[in-house]
């Protein structure tokens, strides 16, 4: 359905396909609601926490009126906690806004964004809507970011290159960049070629994993880092994320977001859930043991799968490039919803969230069933 009105580079843009709410599979397929698990979106199974529910009642007498233009408050909370000043500090309506913006204050027609195969599938979107170039480059010899294949493909664009956008860990394939790959990487970038460090699944890492991305912030004036408060924090529902650049980069953010882009019911709750320290403990515990589950019955059913450092796991469901769609369809037969990957170049995958251990076991059943009655 192309429609004659509108321009060129927005009806080529393809539309993003998210995963399937339990009320329309539910209708579908003739399904009880409460009986559905949902592994499709990479949301907390510990669901909000209860301090930021309470923040939100608390918010909700005060509606009527628009939310703080600034999020003071919240800007406040966060910039303690990461050490930079509130005005190197942008909020979104999920980062997903931050992507956007970033690539809105950036990039145009004619100028070209850089990205890796199989990475998240909102920067081509984000690179479309502008009408700007999407480069995408392919990893040479894994799922993940080749960051030296990325620095060649800048070089080759020259000055036409304005945006990059690097995920750590990548969604969807799990995969995760050490910090000395990432400081290589932004030392050599240059200087006119903004990076957007996309940080939507932080939390997960293990202390081992971690590093500090603020201080590349304030080595790096083109460096955008992004993050979320829908996967760990738990507020999917509600939209809200942030990005932290110096204040120059940072002004331009804000000034091209829309003046209340961010909710009150969503500045009220991100206070309250960054500060729940216990609520994230407990989502990255469950996350761990829910990715030993996991991966311990893959092994076990001999299926190939990524080893991730977020809260899902890609694993490979057969040979042909239907066996996504058809252990899909079987999977949501039985209520139970994944992440077919088709759209991301991976036909032969299904990406898993890590959800809790009855809900873990319930997908486990259920696969090993299907391939079992496909023998
Ligand atoms: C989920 C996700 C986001 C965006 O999440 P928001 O809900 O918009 O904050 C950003 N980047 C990656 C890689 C993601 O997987």
């Not at 195969?117 to 479309?128: E, I, S």
């Not at 050599?188 to 590349?216: G, K």
């Not at 990715?291 to 694993?315: C, H, M, R, W």
């Given at each position: 359905?192309?429609?004659?009105?509108?321009?060129?580079?927005?009806?080529?843009?393809?539309?993003?396909?998210?995963?399937?709410?339990?009320?329309?599979?539910?209708?579908?397929?003739?399904?009880?609601?409460?009986?559905?698990?949902?592994?499709?979106?990479?949301?907390?199974?510990?669901?909000?926490?209860?301090?930021?529910?309470?923040?939100?009642?608390?918010?909700?007498?005060?509606?009527?009126?628009?939310?703080?233009?600034?999020?003071?408050?919240?800007?406040?909370?966060?910039?303690?906690?990461?050490?930079?000043?509130?005005?190197?500090?942008?909020?979104?309506?999920?980062?997903?806004?931050?992507?956007?913006?970033?690539?809105?204050?950036?990039?145009?027609?004619?100028?070209?964004?850089?990205?890796?195969?199989?990475?998240?599938?909102?920067?081509?979107?984000?690179?479309?809507?502008?009408?700007?170039?999407?480069?995408?480059?392919?990893?040479?010899?894994?799922?993940?970011?080749?960051?030296?294949?990325?620095?060649?493909?800048?070089?080759?664009?020259?000055?036409?290159?304005?945006?990059?956008?690097?995920?750590?860990?990548?969604?969807?394939?799990?995969?995760?960049?050490?910090?000395?790959?990432?400081?290589?990487?932004?030392?050599?970038?240059?200087?006119?070629?903004?990076?957007?460090?996309?940080?939507?699944?932080?939390?997960?890492?293990?202390?081992e994993q971690r590093y500090d991305a603020i201080a590349w912030v304030k080595r790096f004036p083109n460096m955008i880092l992004s993050r979320s408060f829908s996967k760990a924090y738990g507020l999917a529902g509600l939209r809200i994320g942030y990005g932290v650049a110096q204040p120059a980069l940072t002004d331009l953010l804000?000034?091209?977001?829309?003046?209340?882009?961010?909710?009150?019911?969503?500045?009220?709750?991100?206070?309250?859930?960054?500060?729940?320290?216990?609520?994230?403990?407990?989502?990255?515990?469950?996350?761990?043991?829910?990715?030993?589950?996991?991966?311990?019955?893959?092994?076990?059913?001999?299926?190939?799968?990524?080893?991730?450092?977020?809260?899902?796991?890609?694993?490979?469901?057969?040979?042909?490039?239907?066996?996504?769609?058809?252990?899909?369809?079987?999977?949501?037969?039985?209520?139970?919803?994944?992440?077919?990957?088709?759209?991301?170049?991976?036909?032969?995958?299904?990406?898993?969230?890590?959800?809790?251990?009855?809900?873990?076991?319930?997908?486990?059943?259920a696969l090993g069933d299907i391939l079992n009655s496909a023998k």
């Amino acid at each position: 359905m192309t429609s004659k009105l509108g321009l060129k580079h927005i009806q080529a843009i393809a539309p993003y396909i998210g995963g399937r709410p339990i009320s329309e599979v539910a209708r579908e397929y003739g399904l009880d609601e409460s009986k559905i698990v949902k592994l499709a979106s990479n949301e907390n199974p510990l669901g909000m926490p209860k301090s930021a529910q309470e923040a939100i009642l608390k918010a909700a007498s005060e509606l009527g009126r628009y939310p703080d233009s600034n999020g003071f408050e919240l800007k406040n909370v966060l910039s303690e906690r990461l050490g930079v000043p509130t005005d190197w500090i942008t909020l979104g309506n999920g980062s997903n806004d931050i992507l956007e913006l970033a690539a809105r204050a950036v990039a145009q027609a004619g100028d070209d964004v850089i990205f890796s195969r199989h990475a998240f599938a909102v920067y081509p979107l984000a690179t479309q809507a502008v009408g700007a170039r999407a480069i995408e480059v392919a990893p040479t010899d894994s799922y993940g970011h080749d960051l030296d294949a990325m620095l060649k493909a800048i070089e080759a664009s020259g000055d036409k290159a304005k945006l990059v956008f690097v995920a750590n860990p990548n969604n969807p394939t799990g995969s995760y960049l050490s910090a000395k790959e990432i400081e290589d990487f932004l030392l050599a970038v240059p200087s006119h070629v903004v990076v957007v460090l996309d940080e939507a699944y932080n939390e997960y890492l293990t202390p081992e994993q971690r590093y500090d991305a603020i201080a590349w912030v304030k080595r790096f004036p083109n460096m955008i880092l992004s993050r979320s408060f829908s996967k760990a924090y738990g507020l999917a529902g509600l939209r809200i994320g942030y990005g932290v650049a110096q204040p120059a980069l940072t002004d331009l953010l804000n000034r091209i977001r829309q003046p209340f882009n961010v909710n009150s019911l969503a500045q009220a709750a991100a206070i309250a859930a960054f500060q729940d320290t216990a609520f994230l403990q407990q989502g990255f515990d469950i996350n761990r043991s829910g990715y030993d589950q996991l991966t311990k019955a893959f092994d076990e059913l001999g299926l190939i799968y990524l080893p991730s450092a977020g809260n899902f796991v890609l694993v490979k469901v057969g040979d042909d490039d239907q066996a996504g769609v058809r252990i899909n369809l079987a999977l949501l037969k039985r209520g139970i919803i994944v992440r077919p990957v088709g759209n991301y170049g991976l036909p032969q995958w299904l990406r898993i969230s890590i959800g809790l251990p009855e809900e873990n076991a319930a997908f486990i059943a259920a696969l090993g069933d299907i391939l079992n009655s496909a023998k």
